[in-house]
């Protein structure tokens, strides 16, 4: 998602720091070249004019035409608003009053919606909550199967339901059984129809004044752009949202759903599917996204989804293997295996500073999977001395994993690259730079 528009918001900032001082006209036309990208994007066209009003009343004024670094106050303007427009900060979710506190999942039939209750349920699991799943969607077949296959997978309780069974029954059952087991959280996942219809709104306003949940959260599939707004807009009216969970943001989803939501509706994106897998549910931050789509990178959630791949124990580990000159390669598995677990490289990637301007950026995942199949592939004793790894211990490697001679020689210079600029990192001496080539070569 945004992959156009921060390449398009790229070409208008390097073109205002080629001016170096700037005139009324040059930020004029900046902000004629920002509009048409935000409607490219998709983005409502009320907001993108609000918004390109605000950010052009405080880019042509003394302060910023007077500084002797006007593009980077203009591009500091633009990121202030786009985080303004999208809600400033996190909303995260409410599940204070009564237990189990109900999450009340909603939206079109194909939006997501069973797979994210299921992501949900595994994320809370994570913050030590104790989760149950409740399938309140009776009529879309295998729905009741496959949230029980994600409970088993999230390792949560699913409450008892039938294929065509009473869904408002069912519900009130689960409110019960939740209750007795204290249950902290009630996940529900509802029914879908191809549209907005009157029966199914009936049907989620009767459910909603059973279980009173404490959040009701559209599910809404960001490739549809500004028809999501619009579906957003038809469930707040009927079911007062709390809440909007944009879900295929990995995929060729334009944005415009994501800027316009909060502006149009008046409700908070609060997360984004990035990914088909169960852990691939990321908390949505204004501020960082902003970030992102002007190619600043979004090093803070990177961080965190490093910290959820490598245990505390693990990082202390490896910090200390390190720091003595230990690092073998079975610990370069081990840190290829919890890249592996972060997400897609390209997610990654795209999360590192000015990474997210380049065009075309693709990685092949499938590397990651050969480098540890060439490791796989070696003795224990060649794991933790690779330099007695000769000739021909690298041809008999190289058959082993399937692989060529050339890649395991690319992999042992990798590793071997690695060690040197962590050698860098403990003199002392040159870290700044070392540390830079080690973020530009991941």
């Known amino acids: 998602m945004f992959d156009q528009l921060t390449s398009r918001l790229g070409e208008v900032f390097k073109r205002l720091k080629n001016r170096g001082r700037l005139t009324e006209a040059d930020v004029s036309a900046a902000m004629r070249e920002v509009r048409l990208a935000l409607l490219e994007a998709d983005v409502n066209y009320k907001v ?6 605000r ?23 633009v990121h202030q608003e786009l985080t303004r427009l999208m809600g400033e900060q996190n909303q995260g979710l409410d599940l204070g009053g009564r237990k189990p506190a109900v999450i009340m ?3 079109l039939q194909g939006s997501g919606k069973t797979t994210t209750a299921g992501k949900l349920a595994l994320m809370l699991t994570r913050k030590g909550k104790r989760v149950m799943l409740v399938p309140a969607d009776t009529r879309r077949p295998a729905a009741i199967e496959q949230l029980k296959r994600l409970g088993t997978m999230a390792g949560v309780e699913v409450a008892e339901a ?4 009473d869904v408002v029954e069912i519900c009130r ?58 579906i957003a807009q038809a469930f707040h009216e009927a079911l007062g949202l709390t809440g909007v969970v944009l879900t295929k943001v ?14 149009v509706v008046g409700v908070a994106v609060k997360f984004v599917g990035v990914g088909e897998k169960l852990d691939a549910l990321e908390a949505f931050h204004p501020e960082r996204m902003a970030g992102r789509i002007l190619g600043m990178g979004d090093v803070l959630t990177l961080a965190e989804k490093a910290a959820q791949a490598l245990e505390e124990d693990q990082a202390k580990q490896l910090a200390r293997k390190f720091a003595s000159d230990e690092f073998t390669l079975e610990d370069f598995r081990e840190q290829l295996r919890a890249i592996r677990r972060m997400g ?21 995942e499938k590397e ?10 070696m003795t224990p004793q060649e794991r933790r001395k690779p330099q007695i790894i000769d000739a021909s211990r690298r041809r008999r490697i190289a058959r082993g994993s399937g692989t060529t001679v050339a890649d395991v020689n690319r992999l042992l210079n990798n590793y071997n690259q690695l060690r040197r600029m962590m050698k860098q990192l403990r003199r002392g001496g040159g870290k700044r730079k070392a540390l830079a080539r080690l973020l530009w070569s991941a």
């Open 368 to 377: 990651l999977i050969h480098a540890e199949a060439i490791i796989n592939s």
């Open 105 to 107: 999942l909603v939206g």
């Open 162 to 165: 039938e294929a065509g069974g």
């Open 48 to 53: 993108v004019k609000e918004l390109v009003g």
């Open 250 to 263: 990995e995929g060729d989803a334009r944005g415009g759903a994501a800027l316009s939501i909060r502006a």
């Open 55 to 77: 950010i052009k009343e405080q880019a042509v004024g003394e302060k910023v035409l007077g500084s002797i670094t006007p593009a980077q106050q203009v591009m500091r303007i």
């Open 344 to 364: 897609s490289l390209e997610s990654i990637l795209g999360m590192l500073p000015g990474m997210g301007r380049l065009k075309g950026l693709k990685v092949d």
């Open 173 to 230: 059952e689960a409110l019960r059984v939740g209750a007795r087991k204290a249950m902290e959280v009630l996940v529900v996942d509802t029914a879908g129809r191809l549209q907005v219809d009157e029966q199914l709104m009936a049907e989620l306003v009767q459910l909603k004044q059973v279980l009173e949940p404490r959040e009701v959260l559209l599910v809404a599939d960001a490739m549809t752009g500004q028809e999501a707004v619009n």
